[in-house]
């Protein structure tokens, strides 16, 4: 069974850094494309950032892009967001996703292994 576990949320203020982790299990994603995806109350869940099975490609969304960082580290199953100067508009349930599709993707339908979600809350 595949598991992707995220850590990391919390609630934070305007200007603070989180970083959120997501560790995988029951599948080796060393191949997969790996993103991280947002879903603010009451808004449908978006794309933040996606990251190529080799680190080598990356993307982020405009909102986010210069203050989000994503990694991966495929020896540990795991992939990071490192988000700094948050925003209150940052908040929302942040969610890590795998994609076994084997080719560079960041359509959302394409990420077929989802975890939980954690919770980030960035107060003004």
């Known amino acids: 069974q595949v598991q992707l576990v995220e850590s990391g949320g919390g609630l934070v203020q305007a200007g603070d850094s989180l970083r959120l982790s997501c560790v995988v299990s029951?599948?080796?994603?060393?191949?997969?494309?790996m993103g991280w995806f947002r879903q603010p109350p009451g808004k449908e869940r978006d794309i933040v950032a996606a990251?190529?099975?080799?680190?080598?490609?990356?993307y982020y969304s405009g909102s986010v892009k210069g203050r989000f960082t994503i990694s991966r580290d495929n020896a540990k199953n795991t992939v990071y967001l490192q988000m700094a100067s948050l925003k209150p508009e940052d908040t929302a349930v942040y969610y890590c996703?795998?994609?076994?599709?084997?080719?560079?993707?960041?359509?959302?339908?394409?990420?077929?292994?989802w975890g939980q979600g954690t919770q980030v809350t960035v107060s003004s």
């Open positions: 990251i190529a099975w080799n680190g080598a490609t990356t």
């Open positions: 029951g599948r080796a994603v060393r191949t997969d494309s």
């Open positions: 996703a795998a994609s076994s599709t084997r080719f560079w993707t960041i359509d959302l339908s394409k990420y077929n292994f």
